[in-house]
Structure formats: C-alpha cells, structure tokens
C-alpha cells in the first residue's frame, strides 16, 4: 500500500512494504493532514491481474475528507494488497469505507476505482429472508442452487446441515457470514470489509481468515478485533478523530 496520508516504519534504513496475501509484513501508520504528501510512481508496484479484471492500483483516495467525520486522507491500494484501518471511536473508519464504496460521496478530494469493489457493511444485506441459505449464496448466479453448494462448502464457513436454513433463522453472524461468502466468490479487484469479525467466535474468525486467504483481489478491513489484529502483518493505517466528531 502506498499511503500518502501516512508515516511509514523503517529499520536499516529501508522502508517496509507490505506484500500480497493474509497476513503479510507489518507497516504501521498514523494519519495525517495530506497537503503536503506526494504520491509515488504506481507503475513501481507489483502488477498482478486479479478476479475483477484490475491490476496496480485499485483505489486511489486523494485528499478525501467528510465534515466532522473523516479528517482530509490519501492513500492507495494495489492489486493483492491488504490494509488495516484502525483508530478511535469516531475517527471516521466506517466512514472511509463508505467513501471508497461509493456509498457516500465526499465533501472534498477525489476518488479513483479500477474494477469491481465489493462492500461489507456492519449491518449485513442478505435478501429475501424466505430463502434457504444455499439459494441466498447462489442468488442471480447462474445454474439452480444445488450447483453452488460445493463452493460455498469450500470456504468453511457453514456446514452442509445449515445449507437448508432460512435466512430469516439465521443469526446476525451467520448473515454476515453469507454476505461475506458471496463478496468472496465474486469477480471484484477490492473488498471492503466493516468489522467481518463481529458476532462471530474464535473459531469462526479463523474460518474467516482462511477465506479471505484466498481471496487474490485487494483487501481494506476496519476491525477492532484483537485476535485479528495481533495476527495482522499487512499494512496498517491508524486514523485520528477530528474536531467534534460523531460517527465512526
């Protein structure tokens, strides 16, 4: 990740990038003010096609900011790279998500997506409630649902005894879980992940580690998840609330 809106850990004098995959180097970060931060040369990133037909960088946020939410931030992802965002209550994490979404539009800065970007919010959209789990995962894809099982099954993250559950049954959890499980299997260049980990248990977050270990395209997590933290050596950016903030 090419963070402009962020400090950079060195040793040795060398600067430390992170790589792709789950997890990867550690590279921590503190937002900042942009306006003097200069962006580096994209082509110097490591090119690789993903799923959603992108490669270099992904999402490209300059200068990006939301009155009393989201102070003014920078940064860059490439294709196969994982951030972490973190910081305060306030600080404007979910609030990013949102803008690098397309879901808010910001009150200034610009934006660049590559690809198809797929968004996990907190509050997990799952459908019709009426339908069994396994035909909510194959829902608008082709072939009828029985095709699909094998691949959901291959995640880890239900067991074929829950394929036949309704969705209005489920638990909060497991219909983020559901949620996730159709992000994961689509053809997109980033996910955007709003605190996966939450209603899920220890167990359930290693599940989910596990998928998303696989997933090839760019990755950006919001997370206060402490198991998911201390295991995390992608890059990390660490915003700061601004002044009379009041959504996180």
Not at 177 to 186: F, G, H, M, P, S
Request: contains cysteine; hydrophobic residues 35%; positive net charge.
């Amino acid at each position: 990740m090419h963070v402009a809106s962020a400090e950079k850990a060195h040793g040795g004098g060398h600067e430390k990038t992170a790589k792709p995959g789950y997890p990867r180097e550690d590279v921590p970060g503190r937002a900042q003010n942009s306006s003097n931060n200069a962006y580096g040369n994209a082509s110097d990133r490591v090119t690789r096609m993903v799923p959603g037909g992108a490669c270099g960088v992904v999402l490209h946020a300059t200068d990006i900011s939301v009155a009393n939410r989201l102070t003014s931030t920078s940064f860059a992802v490439a294709a196969g790279e994982r951030v972490l965002i973190t910081g305060p209550n306030g600080a404007g994490k979910t609030t990013l998500l949102r803008v690098l979404a397309g879901e808010l539009e910001p009150d200034s800065g610009t934006i660049t997506r590559r690809g198809r970007i797929g968004y996990l919010a907190q509050e997990p959209r799952t459908g019709d409630p009426g339908r069994t789990l396994l035909a909510a995962f194959a829902h608008g894809r082709r072939g009828v649902a029985d095709e699909h099982a094998e691949r959901l099954l291959a995640l880890g993250l239900f067991s074929r005894e829950q394929l036949t559950t309704r969705v209005g049954e489920l638990s909060t959890g497991q219909r983020q879980r559901l949620a996730l499980a159709r992000l994961v299997t689509e053809p997109t260049a980033a996910l955007l992940l709003d605190e996966p980990t939450n209603h899920l248990s220890p167990g359930l977050v290693e599940d989910l580690e596990t998928a998303l270990s696989h997933y090839a395209g760019a990755l950006v997590i919001v997370s206060h998840d402490r198991r998911l933290r201390s295991r995390w050596q992608g890059a990390l950016l660490t915003l700061r609330a601004p002044s009379h903030a009041g959504v996180p």
